[in-house]
T-cell receptor, first 116, second 113 residues
Framework: DTGVSQDPRHKITKRGQNVTFRCDPI?????LYWYRQTLGQGPEFLTYFQNEAQLEKSRLLSDRFSAERPKGSFSTLEIQRTEQGDSAMYLC??????????????FGPGTRLTVL | TQLLEQSPQFLSIQEGENLTVYCNSS?????LQWYRQEPGEGPVLLVT?????EVKKLKRLTFQFGDARKDSSLHITAAQPGDTGLYLC?????????????FGQGTTLQVKP
């Protein structure tokens, strides 16, 4: 299976700890996105990368959150000093990133974060 | 304020019934996608609609994009238990390749055998 993969699938942590999630996009996809989904809601955009450049960040991405895509392939999302309100499903998606036409995003299985 | 409003939020029906899910906005979208999501998994793309008035069919599912590209609908004919899941609409703004998707809050569908 060459779809988007995320690791870990589940993470339980105590308030105040740091956590890091990894996303491996579909090979040759230039764009990589992070979304957050809380129970009963649709995903909310956090940030996205075109290759290694972070092009947009949501206001939801507080200074405790940082995302990187150092070589334009996999990406990491780190949350520092976690709070209970950070508990959510963190979804990664990737797309080819065409200059024209519709650019379909394909989602990974997500990382479920629980902050105790 | 939800930019994309989905209705209904919950739907529980018997196998064999028909249903329609609506996705409405006051904003124009360059394209709109429909996804289906299972518990504990990521959304899986069902269809993308781009042109105002466009209708796409995927077996028993029919998707329509409004003429003004502000709304969309998903109609399921003769629903089956396997259709159970969370249905999400998501819009892209600007011209074609716009980056982020804006999602509705989702419609949870339960089809009872």
């Amino acid at each position: 299976d060459t779809g988007v993969s995320q690791d870990p699938r589940h993470k339980i942590t105590k308030r105040g700890q740091n956590v890091t999630f990894r996303c491996d996009p579909i090979s040759e996809h230039n764009r990589l996105y992070w979304y957050r989904q809380t129970l009963g809601q649709g995903p909310e955009f956090l940030t996205y990368f075109q290759n290694e450049a972070q092009l947009e960040k949501s206001r939801l991405l507080s200074d405790r959150f940082s995302a990187e895509r150092p070589k334009g392939s996999f990406s990491t999302l780190e949350i520092q000093r976690t709070e209970q309100g950070d508990s959510a499903m963190y979804l990664c998606a990737s797309s080819i990133g065409w200059a024209g036409g519709t650019d379909t995003q394909y989602f990974g299985p997500g990382t479920r974060l629980t902050v105790l | 304020t939800q930019l994309l409003e989905q209705s209904p939020q919950f739907l529980s029906i018997q196998e064999g019934e028909n249903l329609t899910v609506y996705c409405n906005s006051s904003s124009v979208f360059s394209s709109l996608q429909w996804y289906r999501q299972e518990p504990g998994e990521g959304p899986v793309l069902l269809v993308t609609v781009v042109t105002g008035g466009e209708v796409k069919k995927l077996k028993r599912l029919t998707f329509q994009f409004g003429d003004a590209r502000k709304d969309s609908s998903l109609h399921i004919t003769a629903a089956q238990p396997g259709d159970t899941g969370l249905y999400l609409c998501a819009g892209a703004r600007g011209s074609g390749n716009t980056g982020k998707l804006i999602f509705g809050q989702g419609t949870t569908l339960q089809v009872k055998p």
